[in-house]
Structures are given as C-alpha cells and as structure tokens.
C-alpha cells in the first residue's frame, strides 16, 4: 500500500486522539462523537474496524456492561480493542453527555470529573487508537481499499464495467 497514504492517515489519527486527550470533561463527549464520525469517514478505518467486530463479536456485551458501570478486565490485546471501540462507539452514539466520566469513574474511582475521564481515556481511547495504528499496515488495511473500489464500481461505473465487460467477452 502507498507509504505516503499510510503516514498520512497515521498523522491524521495521531492530530485527532491528541485533540481528544486534551479535551476536557465539559466538551469531551461532543469531541469523541467527532473522532467517531473521522473514523466512519475513512475506508481503510471502516474496514479494520469492521474486521475488528467481527473478530471478537461477543465483546459487544460486554461492552454494553462497562458502559452500565460494570468493571470489566480481558485475557488479550484483541478482545481489549475490541472492548474498547464498542466502548467508545456505544458512549459517541449516547445522548449522556457524562456516559464517559462515568465509565472512566467505574475503573478510577476518584471523584474529579477530569480525573474519571483521564482513567476513559487511558482505558478505552489509548488502546483502540493503538490497535488503529498498528493495523494500518496489516493486510486487513487492503481489504478496505477493496471494499471502497467494490461500492464505487457497484454505485458509480457499474453501467460502464458491465459494458466493458460484454465487450471483451468471447464465448
């Protein structure tokens, strides 16, 4: 896959979790449903992130649970993104402007709103984005490449394909 193209959505990331960690509780829930709609914008995301939950789909419960105010520990690395994109997923899709103090309250136990939200973030934001950064490079990347050409050809070339097509099929 393109180096340049990979650099640049790394870069990209990276500028939008620093934004994140240093956003305050006040307006940190409206930030993450940004970080949200950034991640639905690219492909390439879509597509690790759509592998991701199909990888480890019981981890959507459990989720559910940590966002319920349930402590919630898991056995790898795999299942802990996984937890943690559902997380994150389930609070930017919430209409509690706190759900993320909340949760980070759950795994802190402090009574500071930014303190709670440094423990969310420390605990769902970092290892997710850490996964994301990785799996940039891995095959799976490719996969959402073909996904985005698959939609264009379908949505947008499918009448021209279909002639050429015909065209340069002999039987």
């Known amino acids: 896959m393109n180096a340049e193209y990979i650099q640049n959505l790394r870069y990209k990331l990276q500028k939008r979790v620093r934004r994140l960690n240093s956003t305050e509780y006040q307006v940190f829930h409206f930030s993450l449903k940004q970080f949200q709609g950034f991640l639905k914008s690219y ?32 056995d790898n ?15 930017a899709e919430s209409d509690d402007q706190g759900v993320e103090v909340k949760v980070g309250r759950t795994y802190g136990k402090k009574g500071n709103y930014n303190d709670n939200l440094e423990y ?52």
Do not use: M
């Open 77 to 91: 690395e795999l299942e802990n993104a996984t937890a943690s994109y559902f997380v994150i997923k389930k609070c």
């Open 120 to 171: 969310f973030k420390s605990s769902f934001l970092e290892p997710l984005y850490e996964y994301l950064d990785e799996q940039l490079d891995d095959q799976r990347a490719i996969l959402a490449l073909l996904r985005r050409y698959k939609h264009k050809c379908e949505w947008f070339q499918r009448n021209h394909l279909f002639k050429s097509w015909e065209d340069n099929t002999k039987i």
């Open 43 to 74: 492909p390439i995301f879509v597509g690790i992130l759509d592998d991701l939950e199909c990888r480890c789909p019981s981890i959507e419960a459990e989720a559910e649970k940590i966002v319920k105010a349930s402590q919630r520990v898991f």
